[in-house]
DNA sequence: GCGCGCACTTGACCCTGGTCAAGCCGCGCG
DNA sequence: CGCGCGGCTTGACCAGGGTCAAGTGCGCGC
């Protein structure tokens, strides 16, 4: 494509006010002269196909980012060659936060669909949020959320069953997509059974499984990348010591 | 004990400058003027006897705290009633970050024994933060490397095998007792096998046994909370995806 | 339209680590 | 000095979920 042949009217980030995100984003509660110091740490990237990387670890740190469309997974990879996945990061929520510890990214972070993103270079971000106080306030509270983000995350690897973890997984998925003003019942998956299975400790086999059983159960119906939860309630039973759905596939 | 009649010198925390730990803490890399701008907004706070709260989840948040000497562990608790130990604090190390997304902590934090803590009131920090940019930069730095720390904890849930988990686990507290100058090779873990093996994601009866074969393979000697790391390199070897450790009691 | 590949599913089997139960040991207390 | 308790160890057994292998089906390129 030509650049000016073809307008994308999602690639003019006009600004952080006309932005559909804004307040979930880092925007929220602040007011708009305060906005407008913003926008101006704020610049736009290109836009990531499926598969390509926006940051890898042990890169030099050089800006936060902000996925305003599509989705992308943040992974570590330990000397053996295998990964761990972070988690997955959906419209209005920070990446990169890990890198300011040493100035290198510690995960790399992968679209896992054509996705754009906000850049929020790091020395203009220190400038601005030195100017304008609610702005750091509202960062720190971005920062933490992705502190506490992970706390529940290792409550579900450390105290939680496969089911269990898999209808956490499902119903935390669906709040967000609440959030994004999104159905909460169809779930259009952006990642693949491995990158699920991965995600929650398990294996792409067990993951298969439990989508089979709760499809059983008539919890959910799921269709390749869409899963339907046609019993809120129920899955909300799961994600506590709930006891496992049979096995079988027809003794009910 | 009356006031002025014993006289701990541990107590009297002067500034964070005559403060053994400050190239470790918030302090590092600050020069000497906004060192004493940092003091300002640093309070001492009552030593905690062991098994004491220094804040509990769902606690209205108005500080962060630096444990000073001692050790402390903080953990979640779910609604069916048992815990999640997120991960345990030395001298130097910052807790309370969980509780700047909204303003209540996430998690509590309990004293492994008898523990000294400073106390930086967040309002006092925000001013201070503001008028210093290198302590901003460093509190970011500090608040960073808790996420990259909880994420060190997923990939060793997601990843990795019970003896992997414990060797992991006494490798990173040896390093970190390195930091603090103390015997690397040497451990006193304040911590019980209850505790480690909830922070590991396991149960007590395994962590007990993974200590004995390690034991018997020369590797460590164990004798209750004293653990002598007799070979620093068998150890690291396990951490990958070493074999697992013979079972029998003298099989060898 | 056909065939290939990849993502996913399904089944059979097995192993790591959890459960349950008993025993040990160091410590505080009567 | 003996008792009891709590923290820890040890053993026997079991099961949740991992491994291995085969099968299914959608999508894409030719």
């Known amino acids: 494509m030509e650049a ?21 984003c880092l925007p929220a509660g602040i007011d708009r002269q305060d906005m407008e110091r913003l926008d101006t740490a704020v610049r736009d990237k290109r836009t990531l196909d499926r598969g390509k990387l926006l940051f890898r670890q042990g890169d030099a740190f ?16 330990n000397p ?6 972070l988690g997955f990061s959906l419209p ?20 896992l ?21 609610s702005l750091h306030r509202q960062l720190m509270r971005v920062i933490s959320r992705e502190v506490v983000a992970e706390q529940s995350h290792l409550v579900m690897m ?7 973890r898999l209808a956490t997984f499902l119903r935390s998925l669906s709040e967000r997509y609440g959030r994004l003003s999104r159905d909460t019942a169809t779930l259009t998956l952006p990642m693949s ?45 799961l994600c506590g010591n709930a006891r496992p759905l049979p096995r079988g596939r027809e003794a009910g």
Do not use: W
């Open 158 to 164: 450390g105290r939680q069953q496969a089911q269990e």
């Open 113 to 133: 669909e054509r996705t754009s993103i906000c850049e929020l270079p790091y020395s203009m971000m220190q400038q601005v949020t030195r100017d304008v106080p």
């Open 62 to 77: 050089h800006a936060l980012y902000v996925v305003r469309s599509g989705s992308l997974k943040t992974y570590v990879e």
């Open 193 to 237: 059974r491995y990158d699920i299975a991965n995600y929650l400790g398990l294996v792409v086999e067990t993951v298969s499984r439990l989508f089979g059983r709760m499809e059983d159960a008539g919890i959910l119906s799921v269709n390749r990348k869409t899963v339907r939860i046609l019993r809120p309630d129920l899955l909300a039973g």
């Open 80 to 85: 053996a060659g295998d990964a761990q996945i």
């Open 92 to 111: 209005g929520e920070i990446v990169g936060v890990d890198a300011l510890a040493d100035d290198r990214h510690q995960c790399s972070a992968e679209a």
């Open 4 to 24: 000016g042949t073809v307008l994308d009217l999602n690639q003019l980030r006009r600004s952080c006010g006309s932005c559909a995100l804004h307040e979930l």
